[in-house]
T-cell receptor, first 113, second 113 residues
């Protein structure tokens, strides 16, 4: 069955440092990989996504890389700021009609000022 | 943050009672989803609907029921058969035709007393 593993479960960095969160997925047919940021008690917000025909995507301080062969993808946040502190979720989906998302367990990122 | 709403924000239920959580969207999205979130865990799919009058079970459908009589609305009923219903419930929608991105509502926190 479809499964997504996410590591680490918690991550603490100093302001200005980089943070990396990694996910692996089980189903080789998955071809859409979003990353969501969720602040305490709030809804998840999409921060970046990537499709399986692309190896890397950047948006300012955020980047995602995808290794289809190894079935893993990673979120990279550079120059971290205290407002980056939140829970981050990766997910994998089949692109197409269902849009089902299988989520990782989440990573709590703490950026210390 | 407009476009997809959930009500109520907080809901308290006595054991043995059914409760219905509301989810409405004015984004003209075809697909809608219900997720459950427990502390320290990722989101798990309960039910989803790709078109009006049609819906499918997700990974944890037991003890829940849904309906999709209108495109804008996808209510979730938590029945007394759900053994551990206390959780944060999130509704999401997706256009289905042009994008894989799912947009989330603000969530309903259900507590069983």
């Amino acid at each position: 069955g479809e499964n997504v593993e996410q590591h680490p479960s918690t991550l603490s960095v100093q302001e200005g440092d980089s943070a990396v969160i990694k996910c692996t997925y089980s189903d080789s047919a998955s071809n859409y990989f979003p990353w969501y940021k969720q602040e305490l008690g709030k809804r998840p917000q999409l921060i970046i996504d990537i499709r399986s025909n692309v190896g890397e995507k950047k948006d300012q301080r955020i980047a995602v890389t995808l290794n289809k062969t190894a079935k893993h993808f990673s979120l990279h946040i550079t120059e971290t700021q205290p407002e980056d502190s939140a829970v981050y979720f990766c997910a994998a989906s089949f692109s197409g009609n269902t849009g089902k998302l299988i989520f990782g367990q989440g990573t709590t990122l703490q950026v210390k000022p | 943050d407009g476009g997809i709403t959930q009500s109520p924000k907080y809901l308290f239920r006595k054991e043995g009672q059914n409760v219905t959580l509301s989810c409405e969207q004015n984004l003209n999205h075809d697909a809608m989803y219900w997720y459950r979130q427990d502390p320290g865990q990722g989101l798990r799919l309960i039910y989803y609907s790709q078109i009006v009058n049609d819906f499918q079970k997700g990974d944890i459908a037991e003890g829940y029921s849904v309906s999709r009589e209108k495109k804008e609305s996808f209510p979730l009923t938590v029945t007394s058969a759900q053994k551990n219903p206390t959780a944060f419930y999130l509704c999401a929608s997706r256009t289905s035709s042009q994008s894989d991105e799912q947009f989330f509502g603000p969530g309903t926190r259900l507590t069983v007393l």
